[in-house]
């Protein structure tokens, strides 16, 4: 990906889930959708372990569901950020992730202005929220994690702090990780440097 010239600024918000998970982030405008879905995994955290769809304008853009489950969408990896905006007149995307679980993520497209030179992108602006653990059960299942977890007395209390690995604060977003991913991502799409050409 060259040095995107315009990037948008977008406001995700992972729908129907208590206590709010929100990123604001920068990415390029001509971003394609299958690396805008990278970067939402990366913003969360998901572990990308599921299929996903992106839906505006009664189009559907993501990867074929290889058991013939979920009707394809189109190509993700054919279509740019900058196209489905065009296409559909659309300001606000929905990107669903886990077909099981079913997490809606509402992607608002706050901004579209110019790229900053020193920076690379995508760029995480803020954060709000934890994401919730993978396979939890969608915002029905997690309303019952974070039930069971806040309670000791709760009979599962001692088997969701074990599934999820130790204590599980729904507040504290993991800012570093997050940070580190996006700028893995970043470096991996940044040109690179031409080498010489032998005389």
């Known amino acids: 990906m060259s040095r995107p010239r315009a990037i948008a600024r977008l406001k995700i918000t992972l729908a129907d889930v208590e206590p709010k998970v929100v990123r604001r982030i920068d990415v390029p405008l001509n971003i394609r ?8 995994q990366a913003t969360m955290p998901w572990t990308d372990s599921h299929l996903y769809e992106f839906a505006a304008g009664g189009t559907g853009w993501g990867v074929s569901d290889p058991d ?9 990896s054919k279509t740019t950020l900058k196209d489905v905006l065009e296409d559909t007149g659309a300001r606000t995307i929905h ?5 099981g679980d079913h997490w809606d993520h509402v992607i608002k497209v706050e901004r579209i202005g110019e790229a900053d030179p020193l920076l ?3 760029f995480l602006i803020t954060t709000t929220g ?17 039930a069971a977890i806040a309670d000791p007395g709760h009979e599962e209390h001692e088997t969701m702090i074990r599934w999820a690995g ?5 507040d504290a977003a993991p800012v570093e990780a997050i940070d580190s991913a ?5 470096k991996r799409w940044s040109p690179k440097p031409r080498k010489p050409r032998p005389s």
């Not at 959708?33 to 939402?40: E, F």
């Not at 013939?68 to 993700?76: K, S, T």
């Open 33 to 40: 959708l299958d690396r805008l879905h990278l970067v939402v």
């Open 68 to 76: 013939g489950l979920h009707d394809g969408p189109l190509p993700a």
């Open 95 to 99: 990107y669903i992730y886990d077909y």
């Open 120 to 122: 690379r992108y995508p």
């Open 130 to 146: 934890r994401c919730p653990p993978e396979d939890v059960g969608g915002s029905t299942g997690y309303a019952e994690f974070l």
């Open 166 to 170: 130790g204590t599980f604060d729904p």
């Open 182 to 186: 996006l700028e893995r991502l970043a």
